[in-house]
């Protein structure tokens, strides 16, 4: 037997059977490139699900998680310390917003954002029966505040009761939101792209629309941002294509490129009308560990300019697909924006995913039929062409 294969009966035996994982234990990586543990190399556009944006191997960001390992990984948020302070400020100049509280994870954001919107509300009229409008197919995370908005019932039967009074409406239907509204209505609560459920991105008709009706009814706008937003559509956050500023935003992943950091941001006014002192905390969220780790990442995407090469080369990309799509009759359909993207197959992806990581190209899917594709950031237009010589073999 290969290493390779002792080390997945080891995890099937020891770790929680829930994933399906391919079959191969990664080990290291440079740029885009990950190699596994018998030193296979395979071209990586999946980057973590939207984690890894700078490439693999980066020194810089390597160099200034390791010093700031040396002087000190943790204290506690009872106190400050530099590296969340520079974090803080470098998140609000990317995104425009006022406020920012840091987790651990993309599900522990969108906890706070619905947490921020109940409390806003609750000032307002000290009713406890306020309602949370969310999308249908739409992705928010595993925790149960966060599983409650997510609207995929797959995903949150088992699990019922969920946490109330959510309702969800048709994503980019802006009829079928406002059908919903009521004085009870707190916040609508959506992907800017939506990821898991197959990349679909709003229109911006939709986005505005939502916005107009959160102003008409004080009710917040929360979009996440967790697989969407640090670049990956072209602009830092993908609500930043059309100006529609939310009131409340969510952001994980490749905020921290690998290091598990998150954020829920928020306009200043929601900030003095919503969570106090006491309401919410996190032991180890905002650590200078997350830190350094956010302010790294910031720095060398405006070093960079990783939003604008996303720009330039994610059209490349869209170009690359159009034509496999436009070749295979069982291609339903391509979707996305910048280096967010979906091929919607008549049938399961498995195969073509299984076959690709043969070959050497690493793809995830979105639902059974979709192939999305999720490259680090920094990808050439080499690698795309490499990616596709692939895909259509595997095809
Ligand atoms: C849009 C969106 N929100 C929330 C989450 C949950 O993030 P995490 O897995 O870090 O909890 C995800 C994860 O895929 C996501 O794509």
């Known amino acids: 037997m290969s290493l ?34 018998e030193g296979k190399s395979y071209l990586d556009f999946v980057s973590g699900i939207a984690v890894f944006a700078l490439g693999y191997g980066n020194k810089a960001y390597n160099d200034a998680l390791k010093s700031q390992i040396d002087k000190i990984i943790h204290t506690s948020n009872y106190y400050y310390n530099v590296p969340a302070i520079e974090a803080a400020k470098a998140v609000k100049k990317v995104s425009g917003m006022d406020r920012v509280f840091f987790t651990n994870s993309g599900a522990e954001a969108v906890e706070g954002a619905i947490k921020t919107a109940r409390k806003y509300a609750y000032l307002k009229d000290g009713r406890t029966d306020h309602e949370i409008i969310a999308m249908e197919h739409s992705f928010h995370g595993r925790t149960f505040g966060a599983l409650s908005v997510t609207g995929n019932p797959k995903y949150r039967e088992a699990f019922e009761p969920m946490i109330g009074n959510i309702r969800f409406a048709r994503y980019n239907d802006l009829e079928s939101v406002k059908a919903l509204v009521n004085d009870k209505t707190c916040a609508v609560i959506l992907e800017t792209v939506q990821g898991e459920g197959g990349i679909h991105p709003a229109t911006e008709e939709f986005l505005k629309g939502i916005r107009a009706l959160c102003d008409e009814h004080d009710m917040l706008m929360i979009l996440d941002e967790i697989q969407c937003g640090m670049g990956r559509t072209g602009e830092y956050f ?158």
């Open 238 to 395: 993908a609500w930043q294509r059309f100006g529609v500023k939310p009131d409340v935003m969510t952001s994980a992943k490749a905020l921290g490129c690998g290091v598990p950091v998150g954020a829920f941001m928020m306009t200043e006014k929601v900030g003095q009308h919503s969570l106090v002192a006491g309401d919410h905390g996190t032991t180890y969220g905002g650590n200078p560990l997350g830190g350094a780790a956010i302010c790294e990442v910031i720095r060398q995407f405006e070093e960079k300019d990783i939003p604008g090469h996303v720009k330039t080369t994610g059209e490349y990309l869209y170009k690359r697909l159009d034509e496999v799509a436009a070749k295979h009759s069982d291609i339903i359909e391509h979707r996305g924006v910048g280096f967010m993207q979906g091929l919607e197959f008549d049938h399961p992806v498995a195969d073509i995913i299984n076959r690709a990581l043969e070959k050497g190209v690493v793809l995830i899917n979105a639902g059974t039929n979709i192939l999305r594709i999720l490259p680090p950031l920094v990808v050439e237009k080499s690698d795309i062409d490499e990616m596709i010589d692939i895909l259509e073999q595997v095809i």
């Open 4 to 37: 390779m294969k002792d080390y997945i009966n080891e995890a099937e035996n020891d770790l929680l059977h829930t994933y399906n994982r391919y079959p191969v234990v990664f080990d290291h990586g440079e740029g885009v490139r990950l190699f596994d543990i």
